[in-house]
């Protein structure tokens, strides 16, 4: 039976320009690609991980403006049920992207800082991309609740999961379990401070790395709520977030069963 999950987060468009290199500070570079896709680091993980077999529902809010369909359709493809609001402007976010896969990125909340409260039952995945009373609201009553702290801001908050990268950890550690990332160095994964596992990246050719800490924090959650013993959980967890910076773009880089199964 497939475990659910209730996302409570951002959905944006991201407006990618794909350069040679990342512009210094004044700078003009000239890019050689430029594309518009679905994004949000709610939209983005809710589509993980339904791709990974979990029935998942995306509660957010997107504008009432020509990009909230874009914004909408990987969400509509992967099979996610959505509650929606329509508040003004559709979120987006600015990427640059260069050669080796590096990023910029500069995030408009639009629609996505307008999100109204509401308390969740239920596996809950939350991130910082919407306003903190959305959070709280959305820890209150959930049977299991998760946050990725990105972008990183303290919170009155203990939750079930933390998943955070190096530098998210300085400003966010509070969890019951905390997992770290190190980006091409792998992950550690902490329970009440006390490190209970650890694992490898597998070595890749970085092309995008966007999504990767999407799919890293849905496998994670849904490798948990299906019962795995967390060594497990989290070389698939790190594994996902390898695939996912080894393709270009957000969404279309994030795993289903399938392709996760093959590179593990």
């Not at 959505?82 to 508040?87: G, N, S, T, V």
């Not at 996505?112 to 308390?119: F, H, K, Q, T």
């Not at 329970?191 to 990767?212: K, L, N």
Request: glycine share 10%.
């Amino acid at each position: 039976m497939a475990v659910e999950l209730t996302v409570v987060g951002s959905i944006n468009v991201d407006f990618v320009a794909r350069l040679e290199r990342l512009p210094r500070p004044g700078e003009t570079v000239a890019a050689r690609q430029f594309g518009r896709y679905p994004g949000g680091k709610g939209a983005n993980q809710a589509i993980a991980a339904a791709r990974l077999g979990a029935e998942v529902t995306m509660v957010g809010a997107v504008g009432e403006d020509d990009l909230a369909e874009l914004a909408l359709s990987g969400l509509r493809a992967a099979g996610v049920r959505l509650e929606l609001e329509r508040r003004g402007q559709t979120g987006l976010a600015l990427i640059y992207l260069d050669a080796d896969g590096e990023t910029e990125i500069a995030v408009v909340a639009g629609a996505n800082a307008e999100l109204s409260p509401r308390e969740v039952e239920g596996a809950v995945l939350c991130q910082l991309e919407v306003p903190d009373e959305v959070v709280l609201a959305a820890a209150a009553k959930a049977s299991f609740f998760a946050l990725n702290a990105a972008p990183a801001r303290p919170l009155p908050l203990e939750p079930d999961l933390l998943v955070v990268n190096r530098l998210e950890y300085e400003l966010a550690r509070s969890g019951r379990l905390v997992a770290v990332t190190y980006g091409a160095d792998g992950a550690v994964l902490y329970e009440h401070g006390v490190q209970v596992a650890g694992s490898a990246s597998r070595p890749i050719v970085a092309v995008d790395g966007t999504g990767a800490g999407d799919a890293f924090t849905a496998c994670l959650v849904v490798s948990l709520l299906e019962g795995r013993p967390y060594e497990e959980a989290l070389r698939r967890a790190c594994t996902a977030g390898a695939y996912a910076a080894a393709t270009l773009g957000a969404q279309p880089s994030l795993p289903g069963t399938v392709e996760l199964e093959a590179w593990l």
